[in-house]
């Protein structure tokens, strides 16, 4: 896929003189993440006016600038992958997920959206207690082991009658936890990438989780957080959704909630 993505506009042309063939039928459980490795994996935080809201107690909301992160390329996976439960203070966040298609320096917003290879549904998966901890990690919070969900295609922008205006969702075992329009996002899509460009280079097939709207599990009186056996379905329209069920981590070692590099030997 990563060179699908260095050669976007070739393969764009290529499939574009075959139209009227189908590719081959597929099911669902067969699809894997989308930009499955990508070079750079960016997060955005406080990027929706309902999210801003629901935070404002605890923290000032962003003042011309948003939040920016790194969401390690590593915990990148796909639209059925299972969720390692790591602690009882998982959280979940759905979001609108850019995939880069041309390389991006210093793209006007206007220039942005043609930078863009298409757009899936993501979910920002998150260890609040390492994220929120006295000296805040929130790209370490952000970046274990399957905690980035995504897919479950790639939705090129010609398919969308407006690409900043769609329903997002997602739901636990069918309860509904979060929903808004992406049209709520307070940096667009073409904002981030003009900010992003201006400062460092977007390449094809980086990704980039716009940010999340309200709803979210810590910010719920009582908190409601991730349980072992849910499934997490999240949707946007006109992009599909993803469903991760949330397993027992395998992977899990006893020192990754504390970040205390002292006790590391
Ligand atoms: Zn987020």
């Not at 935070?55 to 390692?84: H, R, T």
């Not at 370490?140 to 969702?169: A, C, V």
Request: aromatic letters at 8%; proline letters at 7%; one cysteine or more.
């Amino acid at each position: 896929m990563q060179q699908v993505f260095d050669r976007w506009d070739e393969f764009r042309a290529a499939v574009a003189t075959r139209s009227g063939q189908r590719g081959r039928p597929f099911k669902d459980a067969e699809l894997l993440a989308p930009s499955p490795f990508p070079r750079q994996s960016i997060g955005v935080g406080f990027n929706y006016d309902s999210h801003v809201s629901e935070v404002a107690g605890n923290m000032a909301p962003p003042a011309g600038a948003p939040l920016i992160f790194a969401k390690f390329a590593s915990c990148v996976s796909g639209p059925y992958a299972d969720i390692e439960l790591v602690s009882d203070t998982v959280d979940f966040e759905v979001e609108l997920v850019a995939v880069i298609g041309r390389t991006a320096i210093n793209v006007t917003r206007e220039q942005a959206w043609e930078h863009v290879a298409g757009v899936m549904v993501g979910q920002d998966i998150s260890e609040r207690c390492v994220q929120q901890q006295a000296s805040p990690q929130h790209s370490i919070g952000k970046s274990y082991r399957t905690f980035g969900p995504t897919g479950p295609w790639l939705t090129t922008i010609d398919e969308l009658p407006d690409p900043d205006d769609l329903s997002i969702e997602c739901e636990i075992d069918g309860t509904m936890m979060q929903r808004d329009r992406t049209r709520s996002l307070i940096f667009d899509v073409s904002q981030l990438i003009a900010m992003l460009s201006a400062m460092m280079t977007l390449l094809p097939g980086d990704v980039i989780f716009t940010g999340t709207p309200s709803g979210v599990g810590a910010l719920r009186t009582p908190p409601r957080y991730l349980r072992e056996g849910e499934v997490l379905t999240s949707s946007i329209e006109g992009l599909g959704s993803l469903s991760n069920r949330i397993v027992r981590p395998t992977s899990f070692g006893k020192l990754a909630l504390s970040w205390r590099p002292e006790l590391i030997k």
